[in-house]
């Protein structure tokens, strides 16, 4: 009997409302796996099938787990743990209603190895590009704590902070990006499709030209022509040859320093490192993970190499016995308020809970930040376009005038 795919929204034991789908053989069955796994049901229907479903399958785009994905299945899997359900069950209902068929495999076959006898954190770290090592320690501490449920829950909220890190970062690139975009293909049409015919009637009067309209009848030419093919092929190796650089040890270290130098650009870039390292470290010292491994985790996890380098010298210096706090302080990308906040955190015995304030206080950094940025390029952005479109207007109209001065003077004369 063919499966059939349903729609569902329920709430967990939070009173968050979370929406999926689930293959099953009727609604009641449906309604039982929801409420096995601790939900409570407020609607399920048949899915409605619009054209025809073809899976499409890209290599590093249909085939990578979204980071906001793992988020999810941790808070539902946490849920269902604490719910009493065993872990073996807990994976499989979660495997049988995930949308993402990637993420999907991956349960399964974490499934399997929990089946086997594997510890879950054994079974996860089989699996590095859907489980990175901040999840694998995190889990194997809870484990080992007897709180996988708890850790399931930090985690899970700790990567739906990460996500919203991300995403404010990127809306503060996206715009700027495309209004630049925007601006070199309206400009690009304008060269190719509207300056050719000036062109043509500037021959046609034999007048002489200024030099602004001369400047832009030479690029018109220079982008209709061969030139063209030879200006992106440079840029092309330009930009292959860069990424090629950004992925050597020493490329990446002298790219991440520049990038905290731009005036706005820097500091935004900055914040967000530290924001990443403080967050993650405060939720790997709650799970219980010891401060060496964490450590070494949050190095690689931190975004920028120059961050990840004081991390790694304060690894080294906490191994030798000194104190976290003064290890960072011998950085100079270490921020005096954060290695103030870590020593009182040492002293008090909560650096955990210190960690996680000047993860806080960074998030609304960068917040504040993204905002202002925003409202400063849009604008600016919007003057530059017209700029842009209006110097080639105007160049295009300059002959004109010139043209009608002569005229004008040989009418007189006449």
Same mark, same amino acid.
């Given at each position: 009997?063919?499966?059939?795919?349903f729609?569902?929204?329920?709430?967990?034991?939070?009173?968050?409302?979370?929406?999926?789908?689930?293959? %099953?053989?009727?609604?009641?069955?449906?309604?039982?796996?929801?409420?096995?796994?601790?939900?409570?049901? #407020?609607?399920?229907?048949?899915?409605?099938?619009?054209?025809?479903?073809? &899976?499409?399958?890209?290599?590093?785009?249909?085939?990578?787990?979204?980071l906001?994905? #793992?988020?999810?299945?941790?808070?539902?899997?946490?849920?269902?743990?604490?719910?009493?359900?065993?872990? #073996?069950?807990?994976?499989?209902?979660?495997?049988?209603?995930? &949308?993402?068929?990637?993420?999907?495999?991956?349960?399964?076959?974490?499934?399997?190895? #929990?089946?086997?006898?594997?510890?879950?954190?054994?079974?996860? &770290?089989?699996?590095?590009?859907?489980? *990175? *090592?901040?999840? +694998?320690?995190?889990?194997?501490?809870?484990?080992?704590?007897?709180?996988?449920?708890?850790?399931?829950?930090?985690?899970?909220?700790?990567?739906e902070?990460?996500?919203?890190?991300?995403?404010?970062?990127k809306?503060?690139?996206?715009?700027?990006?495309?209004?630049?975009?925007?601006?070199?293909?309206?400009?690009?049409?304008?060269?190719?499709?509207?300056?050719?015919?000036?062109?043509?009637?500037?021959?046609?009067?034999?007048?002489?030209?200024?030099?602004?309209?001369?400047?832009?009848?030479?690029?018109?030419?220079?982008?209709?022509?061969?030139?063209?093919?030879?200006?992106?092929? +440079?840029?092309?190796?330009?930009?292959?040859?860069?990424?090629k650089?950004?992925?050597?040890?020493?490329?990446?270290?002298?790219?991440?320093?520049?990038?905290?130098? *731009?005036?706005?650009?820097?500091?935004?870039?900055?914040?967000?490192?530290?924001?990443?390292?403080?967050?993650? /470290?405060?939720?790997?010292?709650?799970?219980?993970?010891p401060?060496? &491994?964490?450590?070494?985790?949050?190095?690689?996890?931190?975004?920028?190499? /120059?961050?990840?380098?004081?991390v790694?010298?304060?690894?080294?210096?906490?191994?030798?016995?000194?104190?976290?706090?003064?290890?960072?302080?011998?950085?100079?990308?270490?921020?005096?308020?954060?290695?103030?906040m870590?020593?009182?955190?040492?002293?008090?015995? %909560?650096?955990?809970?210190?960690?996680?304030?000047?993860?806080?206080?960074?998030?609304?950094?960068?917040n504040?930040? +993204?905002?202002?940025?925003?409202?400063?390029?849009?604008?600016?952005?919007i +003057?530059?376009?017209?700029?842009?479109?209006?110097?080639?207007?105007?160049?295009?109209?300059?002959?004109?005038?010139?043209?009608?001065?002569?005229?004008?003077?040989?009418?007189?004369?006449?």
């Amino acid at each position: 009997m063919p499966t059939t795919t349903f729609d569902y929204k329920v709430r967990d034991r939070d009173g968050r409302l979370i929406s999926g789908s689930l293959e %099953a053989d009727s609604l009641a069955l449906v309604s039982t796996k929801l409420r096995d796994m601790g939900f409570a049901p #407020v609607e399920i229907k048949a899915a409605s099938k619009v054209g025809l479903k073809k &899976e499409i399958h890209i290599p590093g785009v249909t085939d990578r787990v979204k980071l906001k994905d #793992v988020a999810l299945m941790s808070r539902q899997l946490a849920t269902m743990v604490s719910a009493g359900l065993t872990l #073996v069950r807990a994976l499989g209902v979660l495997a049988d209603q995930l &949308e993402s068929k990637p993420l999907r495999e991956a349960l399964v076959a974490v499934r399997q190895d #929990v089946e086997q006898g594997s510890s879950l954190s054994q079974a996860i &770290e089989k699996l590095p590009k859907v489980f *990175p *090592p901040l999840y +694998v320690s995190m889990v194997r501490a809870g484990e080992a704590g007897g709180q996988l449920d708890m850790v399931l829950l930090k985690l899970s909220t700790t990567l739906e902070k990460q996500v919203e890190l991300r995403s404010k970062v990127k809306s503060a690139m996206s715009y700027p990006a495309i209004v630049v975009c925007l601006v070199i293909v309206i400009v690009t049409a304008l060269m190719i499709f509207v300056v050719p015919i000036f062109k043509k009637l500037f021959a046609s009067l034999h007048a002489p030209l200024p030099v602004p309209t001369q400047i832009v009848i030479t690029i018109s030419n220079v982008i209709a022509s061969i030139w063209l093919l030879v200006v992106i092929a +440079v840029v092309a190796a330009i930009i292959i040859g860069f990424r090629k650089w950004i992925s050597t040890p020493n490329g990446r270290r002298k790219w991440d320093a520049f990038k905290l130098k *731009p005036p706005v650009f820097g500091p935004l870039a900055h914040k967000v490192a530290l924001a990443r390292f403080t967050a993650t /470290l405060a939720s790997l010292l709650t799970a219980g993970v010891p401060i060496i &491994e964490s450590l070494d985790i949050v190095a690689d996890n931190s975004g920028n190499q /120059l961050v990840a380098d004081a991390v790694r010298a304060a690894q080294d210096g906490v191994r030798e016995g000194r104190s976290l706090s003064s290890s960072l302080g011998q950085s100079p990308v270490m921020p005096i308020m954060v290695t103030q906040m870590i020593e009182t955190g040492e002293e008090s015995g %909560a650096l955990d809970a210190m960690l996680d304030k000047v993860a806080t206080f960074y998030d609304n950094e960068v917040n504040a930040t +993204v905002e202002s940025l925003t409202s400063i390029l849009e604008p600016l952005l919007i +003057v530059t376009m017209g700029a842009a479109i209006g110097a080639i207007v105007v160049s295009m109209y300059l002959p004109m005038f010139n043209i009608y001065s002569i005229i004008q003077k040989n009418g007189s004369s006449a």
